[in-house]
């Protein structure tokens, strides 16, 4: 099983990225992905899940309105539309899979991550 997140950079502020998170070893209908986030010296924070079989997404309310998730099961791949950019948007940005139907982006849930890609705002 293998995540390889791509799509990260140095964007100004009220820009767009997108990321890519490609999966091997397993394919997305049977997990739920999420993209988290964690700045220097926070905690991982959820951002976003997308439950493949049937497309419920959830969003952080410091996200909603500005990013989008979407899967492309053919293709094995969850993507990040990331709108609006903001400073405090700066992370580093992983994406994992959860077996479970999850409400609340908790951790512990998620049983296999990627290695990240770092997404920075800056002026």
């Known amino acids: 099983v293998q995540f390889v997140e791509s799509g990260g950079g140095l964007v100004q502020p009220g820009g767009s990225l997108r990321l890519s998170c490609a999966a091997s070893g397993f394919t997305l209908d049977n997990y739920g992905i999420g993209w988290f986030r964690q700045a220097p010296g926070k905690e991982r924070e959820g951002v976003s899940y997308?439950?493949?079989?049937?497309?419920?997404?959830i969003y952080a309310d410091s996200v909603k309105g500005r990013f989008t998730i979407s899967s492309d099961n053919a293709k094995n791949t969850v993507y990040l539309q990331m709108n609006g950019l903001e400073p405090e948007d700066t992370a580093v940005y992983y994406c994992?899979?959860?077996?479970?139907?999850?409400?609340?982006?908790?951790?512990?849930?998620?049983?296999?991550w990627g290695q990240g890609t770092q997404v920075t705002v800056s002026s």
């Open positions: 994992a899979a959860s077996p479970f139907s999850i409400t609340t982006m908790t951790v512990d849930l998620f049983d296999y």
């Open positions: 997308i439950r493949s079989y049937d497309g419920a997404t």
